[in-house]
């Protein structure tokens, strides 16, 4: 399943990402799928960012659980 969603390239990023796309004879959405797929591994290997995300999380937990009470 896939989930469609918008966003806003600047004009000059986007006519260099068609031509990128155009290069490697796929789609702009293949493009873009392709390198924030790539991102998100990147940054997943990242233990600063690792590290934040469950502190983040630990925290929004802990809000929920005294919401709940």
Do not use: H
């Amino acid at each position: 399943m896939a989930r469609q969603t918008t966003g806003r390239l600047p004009d000059e990023l986007a006519d260099e990402a068609e031509a990128v796309a155009r290069v490697r004879g796929t789609s702009v959405n293949t493009l873009i799928v392709d390198s924030l797929s790539a991102e998100v591994a990147r940054v997943w290997k990242d233990k600063d960012f690792v590290t934040r995300a469950r502190k983040l999380l630990e925290r929004d937990k802990e809000l929920l659980d005294r919401l709940a009470r």
